[in-house]
T-cell receptor, first 112, second 113 residues
Framework: GDSVTQMEGPVTLSEEAFLTINCTYTATGYPSLFWYVQYPGEGLQLLLKATKADDKGSNKGFEATYRKETTSFHLEKGSVQVSDSAVYFC???????????FGPGTSLSVIP | EAGVTQFPSHSVIEKGQTVTLRCDPI?????LYWYRRVMGKEIKFLLH????????ESGMPNNRFLAERTGGTYSTLKVQPAELEDSGVYFC???????????FGSGTQLSVL
C-alpha cells in the first residue's frame, strides 16, 4: 500500500541554520504531496502542498519540490527561526482524496 | 469562524474503562476524518464520514472502536473497553469538499493505564 518515510528526529538546529527534512513516498498512480506542521499545543496545519511532478510548494520560507523520479518531497528552509520549532509531517493523498497518509513526523527544535 | 474542536484535550483512564471522544467539525464541512498517532509514530487514518455516512472505515483497528456522526454534525469516537495500546493522540479533521485542504483539531491525548 501507499506509504511515507521521513527522516528520524529529533533535529536540533541553531537559529539561521539551513534546514532539510527528507521525505520519500511509495504510491501507485499520481498522489498529491503535503507537509503538515504541528506547533506545540496546537493541531496540525497544512504548511505546503504539490499536486503534480515538478511542482514546488512554498509557504513561510519553506519549500518542497515534487520529484517523481526519486519519489521524494524534501522540505527545506534557508534560515530557520526559533518559532519554527514544531513537528513536521510529510503526507500524501491518493487520487481518490478520501484519506491522507502520513509519515512518522520529525521533531525540530531551533535554539537561539 | 470556529475551527475544528475536540473534547476532551486530555483523558486518563484505566484499562477496561470506556472513553468517548468528541469532534465538532467546521460548520458546513461534510467530510470528517478521525486519525490517531500512537507512541510517536505515524499518524494513521481511522475513518472518514461524509455527512452521517461512513465512507471508509478501513483504518479502525478493531470492534472496540465505534464512531458515530448522527445528523451529520459532530462525531464521537468511543473506545470500549480501552486497552493499553490505545494510548495516543486522536485527531479529528474536516473538509468542505473531498480533496480540499483538511482542517485539524488540536487532538485528544488519551492515556490508558
Amino acid at each position: 500500500g501507499d506509504s511515507v518515510t521521513q527522516m528520524e528526529g529529533p533535529v536540533t538546529l541553531s537559529e539561521e541554520a539551513f534546514l532539510t527534512i527528507n521525505c520519500t513516498y511509495t504510491a501507485t498512480g499520481y498522489p498529491s504531496l503535503f507537509w503538515y506542521v504541528q506547533y506545540p499545543g496546537e493541531g496540525l496545519q497544512l504548511l505546503l502542498k504539490a499536486t503534480k511532478a515538478d511542482d514546488k510548494g512554498s509557504n513561510k520560507g519553506f519549500e518542497a519540490t515534487y520529484r517523481k523520479e526519486t519519489t521524494s518531497f524534501h522540505l527545506e528552509k534557508g534560515s530557520v527561526q526559533v518559532s519554527d520549532s514544531a513537528v513536521y509531517f510529510c503526507a500524501l493523498s491518493d487520487q481518490s482524496y478520501d484519506k491522507v497518509i502520513f509519515g512518522p513526523g520529525t521533531s525540530l527544535s531551533v535554539i537561539p | 469562524e470556529a475551527g475544528v474542536t475536540q473534547f476532551p484535550s486530555h483523558s486518563v483512564i484505566e484499562k477496561g474503562q470506556t472513553v468517548t471522544l468528541r469532534c465538532d467539525p467546521i460548520s458546513g464541512h461534510d467530510n470528517l476524518y478521525w486519525y490517531r498517532r500512537v507512541m510517536g509514530k505515524e499518524i494513521k487514518f481511522l475513518l472518514h464520514f461524509v455527512k452521517e455516512s461512513k465512507q471508509d472505515e478501513s483504518g479502525m483497528p478493531n470492534n472496540r472502536f465505534l464512531a458515530e456522526r448522527t445528523g451529520g454534525t459532530y462525531s464521537t469516537l468511543k473506545v470500549q473497553p480501552a486497552e493499553l495500546e490505545d494510548s495516543g493522540v486522536y485527531f479529528c479533521a474536516s473538509s468542505q469538499v473531498l480533496g480540499e485542504k483538511l482542517f485539524f483539531g488540536s487532538g485528544t491525548q488519551l492515556s490508558v493505564l
